[in-house]
Every structure is written in C-alpha cells, then in structure tokens.
C-alpha cells in the first residue's frame, strides 16, 4: 500500500529509519542519482534529480521547486491565478520511497514520484498527488471505502529518423497485427523486461489501431499507485523506445484525424476487501452503493472532461465512433459509452469487475483525473444516485429525442466548453479546494488562448511531442 501519510519537516518516520540501507543498496546496484518527478496541472511530467547521496537529505528536509510550475501550459509558458504563476516562493519535494524503483531502461538512475509541501511544512494547496492522497483517505475515513485502479496506456511509436516535429509511424500492416508485433518483437521484449526488472505486474501489450500506435495494461492498485505507475510506465516506455531509435508521444491525438490516445481509468470500490462491483443485487451485480457511485461519476463528465481531457488535442480524440466514449451514457462492454460496466469473467467476478472511464487521456494528471472521478462518485454515493437506463451500440446513432429521453449527452466538444462545465461544478471545485480548481480553470484557459485560430492539424503538432 501507498504511504498516506503527508511529509513533515525532518522526514516521516518510518522513512528515517530506512533512508541509509537504501541508499547503501541503490549505490550498489550502480544508482547514481535519483529522477523526482510529478505532473503538473497541464499534465506535463517534470522532474528534478538529486545524487543518489542526497536521498537521505531530500528524505528529510525535501529538494526545492517553486510554485510557478503549478501553472505552467504544455508549451512551457506561464498563466498566473490569484495565488500561483508567480516567480516568488518555494516548496519541498518528498520523493515516496515506497514507490522508488531502479530504472531498468536507464541504468545509473532510480525514480520516484514526489509531494509538495511548502516550507513551512502544510500541504501545498496546488500538488495534484496529495489531492488523490487526501481524496482517498478521506473516503476510507468517511464511508470505508477503498479504491482499486488502473490507467491504460495507449502510444504512438515513431521513428527517431522523421524530420524534426513530424511523426512516420514506426511500425507498417493491419491494426492489431501481427505485423506490427514481429517488426517491433524487439522493442516490446526490452520493454517487458524493464516492466519485470521494476515489478510491474503487465497484463498484456499489443499494437493498436492507429498508425504506429501501441498499449499497455497492468494489474489494479491503489488510486495513488495506479496514477504513479502510469507516470513511470511512461518514463519506461520513453526510455526504451530511446534505445530502439523509436519517438514515443502519448499526446490524445498525434495527427488530426482518427483514432487518437487514450488513457482509460478503471476504477472498483471496496469495503473490507469486497468488491462492491460485484455480487450485489444491482444490475450485471452492482451493489446499490457501485450502481450509485457510477451514477454520480456519469452525472458530472462533463465538468470532469476538463481535468480527464485537459488539451485542445484532446478534443481532436473525443469524437464518435472511434472507442473514446463521447456520450454521457453506460452499457456493459460496450466500447462507445463513456462508462463501460465490465463484470469480469464467470468465476472472477469479484476480483475483476470495475468500471472503465473512456474520455481519458494521458494529458490528463492522473492524480487530478484520479481524485476527481473519486469525488465525483462519492458524492453520487452520499445522494444514492440512480443509475440510469443501460445503452447499447453507439449512442452516435441515436436522434436528438432519443438521446434526449435516454439522458445521453454529448461531451464537451473543445476545451474551453469543457472548461465552462468546469467552472459551474460545485463539487468538483470543492473537492480540489480554491488553489487547484483555479489552476485548472487558469491551464486550461491558457492553453484554449494558445491554440485559438489554429486549424486541426495545427493543434496536433502543437502538442504532438509534448506528451
Ligand atoms: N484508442 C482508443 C481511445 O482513444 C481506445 C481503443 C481501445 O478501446 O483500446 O480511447
Ligand atoms: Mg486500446
């Protein structure tokens, strides 16, 4: 399990008395320095790095970082909120050392994901991991309730020899073929190695549908670890693909048309290690609480698409009938809705079912997509929410009554409508507090401005290599 517990000036305990043999055993193993990453609200993964010898200081005292980073936009510029975006200040990063892992793909290094606090010693209202970390507390506080999740990553593999900016996929054949596998046979095999060699437990890995396109999934955790296993997953993907002469991009859509990237949040609530997905007399065996908290997730996507689809590029994806789930509706595996009710296979029921969130990508800061889809079902749970009438096929098809009657809708259809759902969403806003709400808002403002009067294409290349 994921250390809960906020970072205090001195160092927490438990990580006090640890810090020396581990740092005796990474510079065994040939660790030289240690990457410190976390993403921001743009969704971008920034790092610092210290030498493996000053693990024990940042252990106890944190590394500095200002807080301008909170509202930076994927292209490295600056908006400002009341609070953030200013160059005055400075927090502590704390790297979690249950989630240090040696990287396998880039020898010399060990990884951790941070959190922030400021140098007083109070959580800083801004950092996205110790939103998830309090979201989750406080839902096994207040309703005994644990979470297990896992993000799907979906990329796009290029070759290192394109023309600056440009993407040529790096693989040639039928999607989803074998083609595609043998040609890029050694590639996957290093990558499966690095997973093994950081144990990371890889459900399957397969060429996609999109041009070059590749996916990766892994076993359920925790929301925090699931949302840091995606962060390194990536930084281990990047990697060895680097050593394969391969560009990787998960930005939601690397070219204007077709089958983007997504990032698909499956997520189950537990109470005394029973999954409430399963076993119940609900429908396809929900409990009345799962049917009622995925309610509540389905009542607010499309404020939640501002934090789950955070980039212009995001909306080149979220389009009909291409598996990104652009309707506010549910069915059972059913592929289009953007909540997919998956039961698990007879016999495995109740380790398995969950629900899948589809207008997920990976510019998404999974802490943030994470803590707030959480929100968003708690508080469908608190109302016992109904869930309504299920769907099946591709809500595409249905007439504006027929959708109207169904209550399915359209999602956001660009990023500053999205935003606007945003904004009206009590519950939402709360459940960030006032200083993360507002950098969402102030992010996805800037970026909407950063790409205005640029066409489709143009939108993708403006992000295509910043993911
Ligand atoms: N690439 C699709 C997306 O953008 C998902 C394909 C799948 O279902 O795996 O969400
Ligand atoms: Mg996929």
């Known amino acids: ?189 290093d990558l499966l190695t690095a997973c093994t060699e950081q144990d990371v437990d890889v459900h399957q890995i397969h060429p996609e549908y999109a041009a070059g396109q590749f996916e990766i999934s892994v076993a359920a955790l925790d929301p925090v670890a699931a949302a840091d296993l995606s962060v390194l997953i990536r930084q281990t993907i990047r990697a060895v693909a680097r050593r394969h002469g391969l560009r990787v991009s998960f930005a939601p859509a690397v070219s204007a048309d077709g089958v983007g990237n997504g990032g698909h949040l499956h997520l189950s609530c537990r109470r005394a290690g029973v999954n409430l997905h399963a076993g119940g007399p609900g429908r396809y065996g929900m409990t009345a609480e799962a049917e009622s908290f995925a309610a509540g997730v389905l009542a607010r996507l499309p404020a939640l698409t501002a934090v789950t689809a955070p980039s212009p590029a995001s909306y080149l994806r979220l389009r009909p009938s291409q598996w990104a789930g652009v309707f506010t509706a549910w069915g059972r595996e059913t592929r289009e809705a953007a909540l997919r009710v998956v039961t698990g296979s007879a016999g495995r029921q109740d380790q398995e079912a969950n629900m899948e969130i589809k207008p997920v990508d990976l510019a998404a800061n999974p802490y943030l997509a994470l803590g707030c889809v959480i929100a968003a079902g708690l508080d469908g749970l608190t109302a016992a929410l109904p869930l309504p009438r299920e769907i099946t096929g591709d809500p595409a098809r249905y007439g504006p009554e027929e959708a109207a009657a169904l209550g399915v809708r359209r999602l956001p259809v660009t990023l500053s409508q999205a935003v606007e759902e945003f904004r009206a969403d009590q519950v939402l806003r709360a459940a960030l507090g006032p200083v993360l709400a507002d950098a969402v808002t102030a992010v996805r403002l800037g970026e909407a401005a950063a790409v205005e009067g640029l066409d489709d294409a143009r939108v993708a290349a403006a992000y295509r290599w910043r993911y």
């Open 1 to 189: 399990m994921t250390t809960l517990a906020d970072p205090v000036p001195g160092g927490r305990p438990g990580d006090l008395d640890r810090v020396a043999s581990l740092t005796a055993e990474l510079a065994a193993r040939g660790v030289r320095g240690i990457v410190l990453a976390y993403v921001d609200t743009a969704g971008v993964t920034r790092v610092k790095t210290v030498p493996t010898a000053r693990l024990e200081a940042a252990v106890s005292w944190g590394v500095g970082m200002s807080p301008v980073f909170d509202t930076f936009l994927a292209d490295d510029s600056v908006v400002t909120t009341d609070v953030l975006g200013s160059p005055d200040g400075d927090l502590r990063l704390y790297p979690d050392l249950d989630r240090l892992t040696v990287l396998a793909a880039q020898p010399g290094w060990a990884w951790a994901p941070v959190d922030r606090i400021t140098q007083e010693g109070a959580r800083h209202p801004g950092c996205a991991r110790t939103f998830l970390r309090r979201t989750v507390t406080e839902a096994a506080e207040r309703y005994g309730l644990d979470f297990r999740a896992a993000i799907e990553v979906e990329w796009a593999l290029g070759l290192g020899s394109a023309p600056a900016g440009e993407f040529a996929p790096a693989v040639s054949g039928p999607a989803y073929g074998a083609i595609r596998q043998i040609e890029l046979s050694d590639f996957t095999a």
